[in-house]
């Protein structure tokens, strides 16, 4: 309905995707195919949209670093880094790193 | 946060919120407006910034609502505080309300207002989709029908190719039309009910002609798709591996016992489910105002006719006094704006809210008769198997549920919440809290309480905040004398 705006690029797990103005992240994803982007703690079960509205937190997602944004509720931004694990936490100096995984 | 405190918090820029803004506004108050969207108007008037309202409904009435709540925020008599969300109110002894804010996300906005006080407080919290979860509901293609209607009107974006529309209510029908119009296949509306039974209840219907004509314009937009639109019927079981590629439907009977021999079933990549809606009631309940259920069988907040609620100084309007559509919610906020005004001492426009207090009588008789023509079938808990997600957030099965209810005697959702944990996670229960309570009153063989739903509709922080949100709260003032229970 927009297809005439100007689009613009963003990446998820570095693969890029292409959204316009105004769209949410789960829009930009939704558009690409992309249904999940996140495994459930317990069950390891994918996840994305579910209520689309910021209500039931399903969709959470790490956009630029920062671990559990709702994909539906941030909008889709020039640039922006969308990865489905939320980063590493900082370890504390000295632990052994060979245990990393 | 030492600014004077405004006459009035409102809560939610929806159809309620924006017209309570608007006519607290308009009566000289000054008016602190907070909602979490971008733009005002609500799930309901959502769009894309500059949208023209094409394929809205009542878009006049948003343009004037909104054009008028301009006026008043050029000057200082309203503050709009968008993309901000409540995440608590609190108040000592007959201290002003003081609501606790955060950004709607990370980075939402540069101008973070942490704190807002305010003499009074106008909930127009809204609601969203009501779910029954069903096996399966929980891969990843199964939406809100609401959210998928978000998608459509907020993005552009149509959630699957080929989709199927259940649940029950009048909003199936413009999220199909929508889909359809959007250039989906929708593979089927499937309604619980059989809506026939909601013209054959001519007070309802009759009281609001325009929506019966909204209604007829939905089944012919269907018609033009070739949309089937099955009544008496269920999906009660969501297919496929890491999404969804199927759905059985299923005939019901009136109570949604599954009729055997009659199922069918359809390739899909879109589940849009709906049973009504659910009230956000988190800060009605935070504030200890009265709730009771309402005419769907949803929690709703207790209010007088015009639309106080049972805490002096709160006042409620829209979905969250039960659900009704938006012109029910728009004179729900006026008459509560102009209430509270009232309240602050100003002239009483009585005309006008009487005429308010009635068109609302008139719009809660016709949602009744929607509520009654769509109920949630009675037994739909037999749908589910043990190992159905009961609780999407902590991924909690129907079997766990009922092991707490059989072995540990978790008869009650308080109890099984603890022991269970649904409920427990980041969504605090919004999603399965109505399910929850259905599933458990059901084992134990009685009705659902307002109780059930009210121990689990109560979420101390009513949104996510961050470790340093809480720390750079205030110290906490000296507890509050006991309220006089005769004034309090």
């Known amino acids: 309905m927009t297809a005439e705006l100007p689009t613009f690029t963003l990446t998820f797990e570095g693969r890029p995707l292409t959204a316009r103005p105004g769209q949410s992240v789960a829009a930009a994803l939704t558009d690409a195919g992309i249904r999940a982007w996140r495994a459930t703690r317990g069950e390891g079960a994918p996840r994305g949209l579910f209520c689309g509205i910021g209500v039931c937190y399903d969709c959470l997602i790490t956009v630029d670093g920062r671990p559990a944004q709702r994909a539906c509720l941030v909008p889709a931004a020039e640039g922006m880094a969308l990865t489905g694990a939320p980063p590493p936490l900082p370890r504390p100096s000295g632990a052994d790193e060979g245990n990393a995984s | ?488």
């Open chain 2, 1 to 488: 946060m030492n600014e004077r405190p405004f006459d009035l918090a409102v809560v939610g820029a929806g159809p309620a919120g924006l017209a309570a803004a608007v006519a607290a506004g308009e009566s000289g108050l000054r008016v602190a407006l907070v909602d979490a969207g971008p733009r005002p108007g609500g799930q309901f008037w959502r769009h894309a910034e500059g949208a023209d309202g094409a394929g809205h409904h009542d878009w006049e009435t948003f343009a004037s609502l909104r054009s008028r709540l301009r006026r008043l925020t050029a000057g200082t008599r309203v503050r709009h505080l968008p993309l901000h969300q409540v995440w608590a109110v609190d108040r000592a002894g007959d201290a002003p309300f003081t609501l606790r804010l955060t950004p709607a996300f990370d980075g939402a906005t540069d101008e973070v207002t942490p704190a807002v006080r305010a003499r009074a407080i106008a909930l127009c919290t809204g609601g969203y989709d009501r779910q029954l979860p069903v096996p399966g509901w929980t891969l990843p293609g199964v939406m809100a029908a609401g959210g998928v209607q978000a998608l459509l009107k907020g993005s552009g974006t149509v959630a699957g190719r080929r989709a199927v529309v259940a649940g029950t209510g009048p909003f199936l029908l413009p999220v199909a039309t929508g889909l359809a119009a959007a250039g989906a296949e929708v593979a089927a509306v499937v309604e619980a009910a059989r809506p026939a039974d909601w013209l054959r209840r001519p007070l309802g219907a009759a009281a609001v002609p325009g929506k019966a004509v909204e209604g007829a314009g939905y089944a012919a937009a269907l018609l033009r798709h070739r949309v089937p639109y099955l009544t008496r019927s269920a999906v009660t079981r969501v297919h496929g591996g890491d999404e969804v590629t199927a759905v059985t439907v299923e005939r019901v009977d009136g109570s949604g016992r599954v009729v055997p021999g009659r199922t069918r079933r359809l390739a899909v990549d879109l589940v849009a489910f709906g049973w009504g809606f659910t009230p956000s009631l988190e800060l009605v309940v935070a504030l200890g105002a009265g709730t009771e259920r309402g005419a769907d069988g949803s929690l709703v907040a207790t209010v007088d006719r015009a639309r106080r609620a049972t805490v002096p100084g709160v006042y409620v309007a829209g979905e969250a006094t039960g659900v009704g559509g938006a012109a029910k919610a728009v004179a729900e906020g006026e008459l509560a704006g102009l209430t509270a005004a009232v309240d602050a001492g100003r002239p009483a426009p009585t005309k006008r809210g009487r005429r308010l207090a009635a068109r609302i009588a008139r719009a809660e008789r016709f949602a009744e008769a929607m509520h009654a023509a769509h109920p949630v079938p009675e037994r739909w808990t037999e749908w589910l198997t043990e190992a159905t997600v009961l609780c999407r957030c902590e991924e909690v099965t129907v079997g766990a549920v009922e092991r707490a209810r059989e072995d540990l005697g978790a008869g009650d959702p308080r109890t099984a919440k603890l022991l269970a944990r649904p409920g427990m996670g980041w969504c605090q229960g919004r999603v399965c809290g109505f399910a929850t309570a259905a599933l458990l009153a059901a084992g134990a063989g009685r009705a659902v309480t307002a109780e059930d739903l009210r121990a689990l509709g109560k979420r101390p922080l009513a949104a996510p905040v961050t470790l340093g949100e809480l720390a750079a709260l205030p110290e906490p003032p000296d507890p509050p004398d006991f309220p006089d229970p005769d004034t309090a």
